[in-house]
């Protein structure tokens, strides 16, 4: 990416913020929406919390300062009058911007080669949650009630992915935040929060074809329905305990009805023994109207004859000796949510789970849809970005590539982008200054 793409890129990003809706009035409207959303916007994508007040201290020192010269940012606002300027501001208004980057990334050919079975584009679903505590809370928490009598608030969201198999990244979408439901428990407002997901964006990813994967929640059978509606394919994963009328007539299938298929994969210096089964045809739920669905599992044994994986699957794909190994792949693909995705925002350097403010209305959603991205925009560097994706290389962990990061734009003043990648790449010696062998 040159200078002029990421300004690009900020650009877009302040022009949006630009437009966030204002409440302010008077002397109160001293700063621009587009720096106040800015200055939120840099915690994030430099993971430090002190990152403003640092830049104001070299503001003073040097009459500039990093959140100007990488983020545009003219006046830096304090942080509680950033809290209360975004509090009303639904995080829907930042979904342009996933929009604008996936569409970037679709432009520049980088999703070429994640096409995945039967030529689909894999879509994975998951609930998270990014906010608890048993004091603080808003009308917009969700409240999980214990045996004890105490309280737990908390704000949870479903966050699609683009996933693949083999494929480090995961590559967020926009976000369907979880509110308060009325008689439902947290697995209904996951599935309702899809379903609105679903809804609201099926149309807009259709033309890639999607395969949509989830776990067990997902292997619903009202869900699967509208997902066929829908003209999407899925592969969720399908356990015993909530599909007994599935399994039972799994257990009553003989060859050639149930298919069997063993691979040995090498695992390192072993062989590891994949098992697949397989059914077409079964229901999915009990009673005359049940969807028929395809079903398969996997049991992987190890050179000492342990099991190390098993689990289940249903899909709308007919099953065949030839792609059974490929869609069960598929499936448990889905699990790049959680670890390249969630477990990275919350475990790896983003806090996904840190207050960073509740605030009284949408605050804390808001904050979140922020913060994701911010890990958007840094998947979006990995693909397009030659010395950014250089420098992760070379770093070996992502706090690691955030400590650096945080010290640097702390102490030195960077004119832009640009020179930031390039002091880094001189000081670890990569790129175009690599050391001759």
């Known amino acids: 990416m040159s200078a002029k793409r990421w300004a690009d890129l900020v650009g877009s990003l302040r ?9 302010r009035t008077g002397d109160n409207a001293h700063y621009a929406m587009e720096d106040i959303g800015s200055s939120a916007f840099s915690v994030f994508f430099t993971q430090s919390p002190s990152f403003l007040s640092c830049q104001k201290t070299l503001q003073q020192a040097k009459g500039r300062s990093n959140a100007q010269s990488l983020f545009q940012v003219e006046q830096i606002p304090c942080d509680n009058h950033i809290r209360q300027t975004l509090d009303p501001v639904p995080p829907e208004e930042l979904f342009p911007l996933y929009d604008e980057v996936f569409e970037s990334l679709q432009e520049a050919g980088c999703l070429e080669s994640w096409r995945a079975v039967h030529d689909t584009t894999l879509l994975a679903l998951d609930g998270t949650w990014y906010h608890s505590s048993q004091k603080i809370h808003c009308p917009n928490c969700s409240c999980l009630e214990h045996q004890s009598g105490e309280k737990t608030y908390y704000h949870s969201a479903v966050t699609p992915v683009i996933v693949a198999p083999g494929q480090p990244h995961a590559i967020p979408l926009r976000p369907e935040f979880i509110t308060p439901q009325d008689g439902h428990t947290k ?16 149309a807009r990813y259709a033309p890639l074809k999607v395969t949509l994967l989830g776990d067990d929640l997902y292997a619903h059978q009202p869900f699967c329905r509208r997902t066929l509606l829908h003209d999407f394919h899925f592969i969720f994963v399908c356990k015993p305990d909530s599909h007994p009328t599935l399994y039972h007539w799994v257990h009553l299938l003989q060859r050639p009805d149930l298919g069997t298929v063993t691979m040995r994969v090498k695992v390192g210096a072993h062989f590891h023994t994949y098992a697949y089964r397989y059914a077409n045809g079964v229901p999915l739920a009990e009673g005359a109207d049940a969807l028929q669905v395809n079903w398969c599992e996997v049991t992987v044994t ?40 969630n477990n990275t925002l919350k475990t790896k350097g983003y806090h996904l789970e840190h207050n960073f403010g509740h605030g009284k209305e949408q605050l804390s959603s808001l904050l979140a849809a922020m913060n994701i991205l911010a890990f958007l925009y840094h998947t979006f560097l990995s693909f397009t970005d030659e010395h950014y994706r250089l420098i992760r290389a070379a770093l070996p962990t992502r706090k690691t590539f955030f400590d650096d990061l945080r010290a640097l734009t702390r102490y030195l003043l960077f004119p832009n982008w640009d020179a930031l990648m390039d002091f880094m790449m001189r000081g670890l010696e990569i790129g175009p200054y690599a050391q001759a062998p």
């Not at 022009?15 to 409440?23: C, S, V, Y």
């Open 302 to 341: 190890d050179h000492k004859g342990q099991v190390v994986y098993r689990n289940g699957f249903v899909t709308d794909f007919k099953i065949t000796d030839q792609n059974v190994a490929a869609l069960v792949a598929a499936g448990r693909a889905r699990w790049k949510i959680e670890n390249e995705n």
């Open 187 to 202: 697995q209904d407002c996951e599935l309702a929060a899809a379903k609105r997901w679903l809804e609201k964006n099926a």
């Open 15 to 23: 022009r949006t913020l630009g437009g966030l809706p204002d409440r």
